[in-house]
């Protein structure tokens, strides 16, 4: 029999596994790894039923598939492999985790706490599969590209949707990083409430009632985030009325908790929050793609203290703002090229050289503004003036 603290400590190790990468094959790998080296599990594989049964991963010792595995409705299964053999069977969907144990070993006991895991590892193998198609999509978009033969045969349509998609990426790891920390509240309550009951004959009432109403806490956080990101990547093709102080909200939600756990300090200030009307997505995409160069720039180079300073002004006429960091600026000789499409000063990191040339297209023919960039002793300052009252962009969704 597994004791209780035991227990405890493979529930937290494994809990702790997950979610840790967004590539699958790394996520399996260990999350199975942490599960054998914490329990008398001879190895661990994580398979495919359908079509045929195929193993994505498989950990420490070999061992045979069941003929038939256990359907998603049932948290686990023991089947009998071989004379001194069992494979703990807990299916993920139409997938499976399985675990090859010994003879006399409690397995019972580990499937009730690896089966506690389902919901979290659905979670997080679903967030992988998506990364992966994300990739598989730009990577289509880049050969189109490669195929068109030449930059000026590409639709700005077609450039939008890959810009577009680079900040879906950008945005999926933020979303993958706010997620973690719910997530391993609701884990750590659930297994704690599993061993709980597992262990006493009695459970203490108000502290269930207290832990459910955290839990609750934590979906609404979770659902909080989606509807958030996906607010913000709504496509919307009627003017809006906003004012400074919703867009300064609005980024701050999606980037202020990852910009300051890495210690970017983003602040705000305005000479007034006046309302103004225009296409407020497409406005939102270009300041985060002058945000996100700035933080890229900011890990590259290392600088310490890093800061970026959006200010707004206005007048009668025009809505203006500057965006200013201290990461260094951009080399003279080549600040001029950056809303060039297709330039990039990040070769190494596979930069498309699409984001700046998108946000002049947004500016200057979506919104009848205008974008430029100059720098100064600290870093690069962007400057961005639009139309106060812009109703019309002839240009959208052409």
Same mark, same amino acid.
């Given at each position: 029999?597994?004791?209780?603290?035991?227990?405890?400590?493979?529930?937290?190790?494994?809990?702790? @596994?997950?979610?840790?990468?967004?590539?699958?094959?790394?996520?399996?790998?260990?999350?199975?790894? +942490?599960?054998?080296?914490? +329990?008398?599990?001879?190895?661990?594989?994580?398979?495919?039923?359908?079509?045929? $049964?195929?193993?994505?991963? @498989?950990?420490? !010792?070999?061992?045979?598939?069941?003929?038939?595995?256990?359907?998603?409705?049932?948290?686990?299964?023991?089947?009998?492999?071989?004379?001194?053999?069992?494979?703990?069977?807990?299916?993920?969907?139409?997938?499976?985790?399985?675990? =090859?144990?010994?003879?006399?070993?409690?397995?019972?006991?580990?499937?009730?706490?690896?089966?506690?895991?389902?919901?979290?590892?659905?979670?997080?193998?679903?967030?992988?599969? /998506?990364?992966?198609?994300?990739?598989?999509?730009?990577?289509?978009?880049?050969?189109?590209?490669?195929?068109?033969? @030449?930059?000026?045969?590409?639709?700005?349509?077609?450039?939008?949707?890959? /810009?577009?998609?680079?900040?879906?990426?950008?945005?999926?790891?933020?979303?993958?990083?706010?997620?973690?920390?719910?997530?391993?509240?609701?884990?750590?309550?659930?297994?704690?409430?599993?061993?709980?009951?597992?262990?006493?004959?009695?459970?203490?009432?108000?502290?269930?009632?207290?832990?459910?109403?955290?839990?609750?806490?934590?979906?609404?956080?979770?659902?909080?985030?989606?509807?958030?990101?996906?607010?913000?990547?709504?496509?919307?093709?009627?003017?809006?009325?906003?004012?400074?102080?919703?867009?300064?909200?609005?980024?701050?939600?999606?980037?202020?908790?990852?910009?300051?756990?890495?210690?970017?300090?983003?602040?705000?200030?305005?000479?007034?929050?006046? !309302?103004?009307?225009?296409?407020?997505?497409?406005?939102?995409?270009?300041?985060?793609?002058?945000? /996100?160069?700035? $933080?890229?720039?900011?890990?590259?180079?290392?600088?310490?203290?890093?800061?970026?300073?959006?200010?707004?002004?206005?007048?009668?006429?025009?809505?203006?703002?500057?965006?200013?960091?201290? =990461?260094?600026?951009?080399? $003279?000789?080549?600040?001029?090229?950056?809303?060039?499409?297709?330039?990039?000063? $990040?070769?190494?990191?596979?930069?498309?050289?699409?984001?700046?040339?998108?946000?002049?297209?947004?500016?200057?023919?979506?919104?009848?503004?205008?974008?430029? =960039? !100059?720098?100064?002793?600290?870093?690069?300052?962007?400057?961005?003036?639009?139309?106060?009252?812009?109703?019309?962009?002839?240009?959208?969704?052409?």
């Amino acid at each position: 029999m597994i004791v209780f603290t035991e227990q405890h400590n493979i529930a937290y190790a494994c809990m702790n @596994s997950i979610g840790n990468s967004l590539i699958l094959e790394d996520m399996l790998s260990e999350v199975i790894s +942490t599960f054998v080296s914490h +329990t008398e599990a001879l190895g661990g594989k994580y398979i495919l039923s359908h079509p045929f $049964k195929k193993s994505v991963v @498989s950990i420490e !010792s070999d061992f045979n598939i069941p003929d038939n595995l256990s359907h998603e409705t049932k948290n686990y299964t023991i089947f009998p492999v071989e004379p001194n053999r069992s494979v703990l069977d807990i299916p993920i969907g139409n997938e499976h985790f399985l675990f =090859a144990f010994e003879k006399g070993v409690d397995v019972d006991t580990y499937g009730r706490m690896f089966s506690s895991f389902r919901t979290k590892l659905a979670i997080a193998i679903d967030a992988c599969r /998506s990364v992966a198609r994300l990739h598989e999509l730009n990577t289509v978009s880049k050969h189109q590209t490669v195929e068109a033969g @030449s930059q000026y045969e590409v639709t700005e349509e077609m450039l939008m949707t890959q /810009s577009r998609m680079a900040i879906m990426g950008e945005m999926i790891g933020i979303i993958a990083h706010q997620w973690r920390q719910p997530i391993t509240v609701i884990g750590m309550i659930a297994n704690n409430a599993i061993l709980t009951m597992m262990t006493f004959s009695e459970i203490n009432q108000q502290q269930l009632l207290r832990d459910l109403n955290v839990i609750d806490q934590q979906i609404h956080d979770l659902s909080s985030i989606i509807d958030d990101f996906h607010n913000f990547f709504r496509p919307n093709k009627v003017p809006q009325t906003v004012t400074f102080h919703e867009i300064s909200n609005d980024l701050l939600t999606v980037l202020g908790i990852t910009y300051k756990n890495i210690g970017i300090n983003l602040s705000f200030e305005s000479d007034a929050d006046t !309302s103004f009307v225009t296409y407020k997505n497409e406005l939102m995409e270009v300041f985060l793609n002058i945000l /996100s160069n700035a $933080k890229e720039a900011f890990e590259e180079r290392r600088i310490s203290n890093p800061f970026i300073r959006f200010k707004s002004f206005h007048d009668n006429q025009m809505i203006g703002f500057i965006i200013q960091d201290n =990461a260094g600026g951009i080399d $003279k000789d080549i600040i001029d090229k950056i809303f060039d499409p297709y330039f990039s000063t $990040k070769k190494e990191k596979n930069g498309t050289g699409l984001g700046l040339y998108m946000s002049a297209v947004v500016i200057e023919k979506h919104l009848n503004g205008s974008i430029r =960039a !100059s720098c100064d002793d600290d870093g690069t300052v962007f400057s961005i003036s639009i139309p106060i009252n812009h109703t019309t962009d002839t240009t959208y969704g052409s």
